[in-house]
């Protein structure tokens, strides 16, 4: 069974920094697309950040791209999110996502994800 718990969330100041992750079991991880999605209240769904393996492909939404960065450790079957100079609109639940079928060009929508995590809580204080 796939399991995708999320780690790491919690309250920050702007500029500030925080480390999610996620641990991934019940997948072959190196053959797994990992993302990012979250949803900030009253919003939709919006996707962060995303990586493939398999393709050789390392996505950024607009709004993260530069501050934030997606990577994995393989040993542990864990991706990471860093996020740097965190702003008050990156509060959001932040989800992690994982498909071991998606393709590129799918990898920025949520339907090209069969498997989530519950969700941590980032919020960003002004």
């Known amino acids: 069974q796939v399991q995708l718990v999320e780690s790491g969330g919690g309250l920050v100041q702007a500029g500030g920094s925080l480390r999610l992750s996620c641990a991934a079991s019940?997948?072959?991880?190196?053959?797994?697309?990992m993302a990012w999605f979250r949803q900030a209240p009253g919003k939709e769904r919006e996707f962060v950040a995303a990586f493939s393996q398999r393709t050789g492909s390392t996505l950024y939404g607009d709004s993260v791209k530069g501050r934030f960065t997606i990577s994995r450790d393989s040993a542990k079957s864990t991706v990471i999110l860093q996020m740097n100079s965190l702003k008050p609109e990156d509060t959001a639940v932040y989800y992690c996502?994982?498909?071991?079928?998606?393709?590129?060009?799918?990898?920025?929508?949520?339907?090209?994800?069969?498997?989530w995590g519950q969700g941590t809580q980032v919020t960003v204080s002004s």
């Open positions: 996502a994982g498909s071991g079928t998606v393709i590129l060009s799918q990898m920025r929508s949520q339907s090209g994800y069969n498997y």
């Open positions: 019940g997948v072959t991880f190196s053959r797994y697309a």
